[in-house]
Each structure stands twice: as structure tokens, then as C-alpha cells.
């Protein structure tokens, strides 16, 4: 079992979700996501933090692994691996020598596919409300998605827009990419009011009153606002990144 397996089966023991862990360790889910995935490694603060949110320690975590290039040994190959160590120095001349006229017959007959590289992984929510879900399951509330050159670089996660409020920006069924960055006035945002999961433009006036407008002006009625006593309320989930923004008319 990988190093990220095991992140992944200990959190599973504890019950934790990938946003619970991520917001113990202070990263985000989908960071959460790469390292399970092998396709990241935690930062040495961010590994003291994992130890103690896990409630274990470096040898359960490490056991079997080997980092390098994030590959795992399989017991057969530690197995192999010991048995070379073993040897006399001209028998693993013999092994290398072997090793290597096998391999380039391989390469000669039957060339190995280029290895794809290694992207970062998001979640894409299938809909709004999964993005406030503490427990989504994937596969049913999302799934995961790489990085890649179409994608915005600094997204942290999608979510697929259900609705027409915030066309033409985000047509119904489009695929919203957003960083958990702060928002600046003008910016469309991921939200949370009251229980409810919104896609809208954040305003907000000189006496802290805050705006959501729907984009489309025929669906003004899902516009929201929270006076400055309630806007403490707000969720913002994180910053759209893609879309072309129209001015409100």
C-alpha cells in the first residue's frame, strides 16, 4: 500500500472527509485529493500536521513505500530487490547485464508506450449544492478531473451550472472553474446563503451591504441582499475563473 493509500485508509478509519482533513491541515480538498493520489507530496509542515490530524506516525504511514518518482515497491519486487543486494558483486554484474540486454530487446520489439505525465486532480461537482456538502461522495456528488492545458491552471475545483441566471457568462450546464482566492467587487463568486448554493456577482456598497446579482437581468429575482448585519452569514466558496463578464442592464 502507497504512501497515499494509507493517508486515504487512515482518514476512512478516523471518518473524515477530504474537506475535513484539508481544512485540519490547512490545504485544500483537492490537495487533499493529489496526495492520495500520489500525485503530490505534503510540505514538511503540512506532514507534521498530517501525523498528528491522522493520529499516527511516520512508520505506519511509510510502511512499504518507497518515494521515488512516487512509485511502491509490490512485495515481489522487494523481494527481488533484496535477493540482488545479496550477491556477489560479479553476480549482479551478471543480473545488470542481462537486465539490460532483455530490456533493449523489448524496446526493439515491442517500444513502451510514453508515460503520461503527471497532472494535478479536481473535483467537478455535478451541482451546486454539492459544493456545500461536507460529505460528498464521489462518483454521485463529483467527479474528478485533471488539469489540463484547457483548464484554468489556479482552479481548485468545477462545478457544472444548472439555470440560465448567469448567462451569458455561464450558460445552463457549463463548467465553472474556481480558485479559493478573495473576491474583489465585480467578481462572480461560489456561494452560500442560507442553506443555498448560488453562482452570482459580488457587490458591495460603502455601509458593508452585500450584492449577488444574476447576470441575466430577466432573472433579476434571484438577486440577493444582505445588509451589513447579516452579511457576516455569507459563505464564499472561492473566486469563478472563466466566463465573460457583461455589464447589468
Avoid at 459544493?131 to 484547457?150: K, L, Y
Avoid at 452560500?192 to 448560488?198: D, F, W
Avoid at 457576516?232 to 475563473?241: A, W
Amino acid at each position: 500500500m502507497s504512501f497515499g493509500e494509507r493517508i486515504k485508509f487512515r482518514r476512512g478509519e478516523l471518518k473524515l472527509s477530504r474537506g475535513e482533513l484539508a481544512g485540519r491541515l490547512g490545504v485544500s480538498p483537492s490537495a487533499v485529493s493529489n496526495y492520495e493520489n500520489g500525485l503530490s507530496f505534503p510540505k514538511e509542515d503540512v506532514m507534521l500536521r498530517l501525523f498528528d490530524s491522522l493520529e499516527t506516525d511516520p512508520n505506519q504511514l511509510f510502511r512499504d513505500s518507497f518515494r521515488g518518482g512516487g512509485q511502491t515497491l509490490s512485495s515481489e519486487e522487494q523481494t527481488l530487490l533484496r535477493k540482488f543486494r545479496e550477491l556477489s558483486p560479479l553476480g549482479r554484474e551478471t543480473v545488470q547485464s542481462v537486465t539490460e540486454a532483455l530490456w533493449a530487446c523489448r524496446q526493439e520489439t515491442s517500444p513502451l508506450p510514453a508515460e503520461r505525465p503527471e497532472g494535478r486532480i479536481i473535483p467537478l461537482y455535478h451541482t451546486l449544492a454539492a459544493v456545500g456538502c461536507v460529505s460528498a461522495v464521489p462518483g454521485e456528488d463529483f467527479d474528478e478531473i485533471s488539469v489540463t492545458e484547457q483548464v484554468p491552471q489556479t482552479a481548485e475545483f468545477a462545478v457544472r451550472i444548472s439555470g440560465d441566471a448567469m448567462a451569458p457568462y455561464l450558460e445552463d450546464g457549463a463548467v465553472a472553474y474556481v480558485s479559493r482566492t478573495p473576491l474583489r467587487e465585480g467578481d462572480v463568486g461560489i456561494f452560500s446563503v442560507n442553506g443555498k448554493v448560488l453562482c452570482r456577482q459580488y457587490d458591495r456598497d460603502d455601509s458593508g451591504t452585500v450584492y449577488l446579482f444574476s447576470l441575466n437581468r430577466r432573472r433579476a429575482d434571484g438577486d440577493v441582499t444582505l445588509p451589513a448585519a447579516e452579511a457576516g452569514t455569507l459563505i464564499c466558496f472561492g473566486r469563478v475563473l472563466t466566463g465573460t463578464l457583461s455589464n447589468r442592464n
